[in-house]
């Protein structure tokens, strides 16, 4: 199977219905795993990017929360939401169709609190300097949820199973 030219596809017939021009496509052991539209347009919820979907059918077909050993193919470079959860699912590698540069004269899609040009470097700032207001309002009770979780998880800290560096 072409994941290349399906991602393409997908994204294609998602713009014919309306949709947004995004699609995903996750592939294990050369075969298709889960794939999904941008339903953005559709459903009217700002995380139902592709990417995100598509992590969720896989992560559920394989009763996991880690895509090792899986390709995910998506037509352009992932905004910051999907490259956060892309990280967060492990997969092996990342194939992306086209960059915000090639797309931008035909697509864009800056936000009230950030540009995508931008995004990096308003994410790095201190939480206090960024454009989104944020407040902390630290409670102890809050760090205790945290504590109860690593008692029940045997004194350690990290996920079990999770893939680490």
């Given at each position: 199977m072409?994941?290349i ?15 947004r021009p995004?699609a ?7 075969e298709?795993?889960a794939e999904?539209p941008?339903r953005?347009?559709?459903?009217g919820d700002p995380?139902?990017?592709?990417e995100?979907?598509?992590i969720r059918?896989a992560c559920?077909k ?5 895509l090792t050993?899986?390709?995910?193919h ?11 959860s ?5 997969p092996?590698?990342v194939v992306?169709?086209t960059?915000?540069e090639a797309y ?6 800056d ?11 308003e994410?790095?700032?201190d939480w206090?300097d960024?454009r989104l207001?944020?407040?902390h309002?630290?409670r102890?009770?809050?760090?205790e949820v945290y ?12 996920v ?5 560096a």
């Amino acid at each position: 199977m072409d994941f290349i030219q399906r991602t393409i596809d997908l994204a294609r017939r998602n713009v014919a219905e309306g949709g947004r021009p995004f699609a995903t496509v996750i592939a294990k052991d050369g075969e298709l795993l889960a794939e999904s539209p941008n339903r953005v347009a559709q459903t009217g919820d700002p995380t139902a990017h592709a990417e995100i979907l598509a992590i969720r059918e896989a992560c559920t077909k394989l009763g996991t929360e880690h895509l090792t050993g899986t390709t995910i193919h998506v037509l352009a470079h992932p905004c910051p939401m999907c490259l956060g959860s892309l990280y967060y699912c492990s997969p092996d590698e990342v194939v992306f169709l086209t960059t915000r540069e090639a797309y931008e004269p035909h697509y864009v899609d800056d936000r009230k609190y950030f540009e995508l040009d931008t995004f990096y470097a308003e994410f790095a700032k201190d939480w206090r300097d960024r454009r989104l207001p944020m407040r902390h309002e630290p409670r102890d009770a809050a760090v205790e949820v945290y504590r109860e979780w690593q008692r029940r998880n045997g004194g350690e800290r990290r996920v079990a199973g999770a893939p680490t560096a």
